[in-house]
């Protein structure tokens, strides 16, 4: 076998065990050794001793060149996590630098992945600030104006020139990677309370006019993310808002607004689960959610996330199935522990109880530990089902809490105590509209009606609410 005829042979196979190609060649592992050395960088080696497999290099907008993969840590210090491979037609091999925090099958510790390695997935923009992104660079990337459009190649070609202040602690390339230490010498000055009236309007003015033109169509909160200066810390915030008009959809967007706030403060009820920490502020017109960033740490700390979306599609497979459904599958495979699955499903259970009809698996996210994943803190919790349609069309929702199975019961029963909470608070919470109130003030009788309703018993005494945690230093 020739190093063109090995080239050939990858090619057309994808990838080979090194016993596959000395069954087809017919020679010695000797032969096939001196082979590969002789292809160089055209063949990529994945593992090593009888898990030793090949593939051929896919190049980058015409580069050979491995990607650098750098880690940021909670102080700020980085290093290099690793150089990403890319093969052909898809697929990449990770070679490991630094500790790698997450959980790794036997082929992704030989650093093997279908696609870009799950814990980088999240690096691809999306939703009003990813399109925001990509209609902005668009030209500059030579890619399409729609990032949901992008290849794995498109990607990682934009992550790697722009990609320096994404979810989590990861950034992809050189050129990125010196965006983020220029802008450690350039650290941005936090904005403070009395600066919001005027900075929150603008950075919203700023937000929309570089923004994605179809985000409210799509039912979407546009946003923008910002240093805020909290209890006298630097602390990254992601602040959604509203509309600056009277109309009735306006209105509501500014009353879901509200109630994600709400809701964020009634999840710490639940056994096992945290939240976000959030504030409401009003200016020029508009209300304002504001989110603390959990991956973020100081003005240049960083920690993992990873979405459920991209755990569910490395160790799992199809998507869109019910969040308990897959926490089971998690806990099957030793991924996660018996109280993660359970806080999963209190979780799944609160929303459904709370009118959430967008639990997607990108509105849920794991940190590394335990066994493997444990559940980050929540975010993105609000009764969706009274959107707007259309962005501004308000319909008419029955809101019908649905009863649990036997064994359903137990948690069902915990997490139904505290969205009878998030209704009577937001029944009586005098930022959301009259007429929203009375809808919640209707939806706590309703649900009080369907606890009473189950077999076997009235619903636990709610758990009491723990003290916020501290913000990270």
Not at 141 to 151: C, M
Not at 227 to 242: A, N, T, Y
Not at 363 to 368: E, G, L, Q, R
Request: some cysteine; aromatic content about 8%; overall charge neutral.
């Amino acid at each position: 076998m020739t190093p063109d005829s090995l080239i050939i042979l990858l090619r057309k196979r994808h990838r080979l065990a090194a016993a596959q190609l000395l069954a087809e060649s017919g020679g010695s592992r000797a032969t096939l050794m001196r082979t590969v050395r002789a292809a160089g960088d055209a063949v990529l080696t994945i593992g090593q001793a009888r898990r030793t497999s090949y593939a051929t290099r896919r190049l980058l907008r015409g580069s050979a060149a491995p990607l650098h993969v750098f880690r940021i840590d909670r102080a700020g210090g980085s290093a290099e996590a690793g150089r990403l491979h890319l093969a052909y037609p898809d697929g990449s091999l990770l070679q490991f630098g630094a500790n790698f925090e997450w959980p790794l099958s036997v082929e992704m510790q030989n650093g093997w992945f279908e696609g870009i390695p799950y814990p980088l997935q999240d690096l691809r923009p999306e939703g009003f600030l990813g399109r925001a992104f990509a209609r902005n660079n668009a030209d500059l990337l030579q890619v399409s104006t729609d990032p949901r459009k992008w290849s794995d190649d498109d990607t990682l070609h934009a992550l790697s020139l722009l990609g320096s202040d994404l979810s989590g602690d990861f950034i992809v390339g050189e050129t990125a990677y010196r965006l983020w230490l220029e802008r450690r010498q350039r650290p941005p000055k936090p904005l403070t309370d009395s600066q919001l009236t005027e900075g929150y309007p603008s950075l919203a003015q700023l937000a929309m006019q570089h923004g994605s033109a179809d985000s409210s169509a799509g039912g979407e909160f546009p946003k923008f993310t910002t240093l805020r200066q909290l209890g006298g810390e630097p602390v990254h915030v992601i602040v959604k808002f509203s509309g600056s008009d009277d109309s009735p959809g306006t209105e509501r967007w500014a009353d879901l607004l509200v109630c994600e706030h709400l809701a964020s403060q009634c999840i710490p009820t639940l056994p096992g689960l945290t939240s976000a920490r959030t504030a409401i502020h009003r200016a020029a017109d508009r209300t304002f959610l504001e989110v603390e960033r959990f991956d973020r740490h100081g003005v240049h700390g960083r920690s993992a996330m990873c979405s459920w979306a991209a755990v569910n599609n490395a160790w799992l497979g199809p998507a869109g199935r019910p969040w308990p459904e897959g926490a089971a599958k998690l806990l099957e495979a030793g991924l996660i522990d018996e109280e993660t699955r359970e806080a999963v499903t209190r979780l799944w259970h609160f929303g459904q109880l709370i009118g959430n009809t967008d639990m997607h698996d990108g509105n849920m996210s794991f940190v590394p530990g335990g066994p493997g994943f444990r559940l980050a803190p929540v975010y993105d919790m609000l009764p969706m089902l009274y959107a707007p349609q259309r962005g501004v069309e308000l319909v008419e929702r029955n809101y019908a809490p649905r009863l649990p199975l036997p064994g359903e019961r137990e948690l069902w029963q915990q997490a139904a105590q505290a969205a009878l909470g998030f209704w009577n608070r937001a029944a009586h919470d005098r930022r959301l509209s009259a007429v929203f109130r009375r809808t919640c003030a209707a939806n706590e009788k309703i649900l009080a009606a369907a606890v009473e309703a189950i077999p076997g018993g009235r619903a636990p005494e709610p758990v009491q609410a723990p003290a916020r945690a501290r913000r990270p230093r």
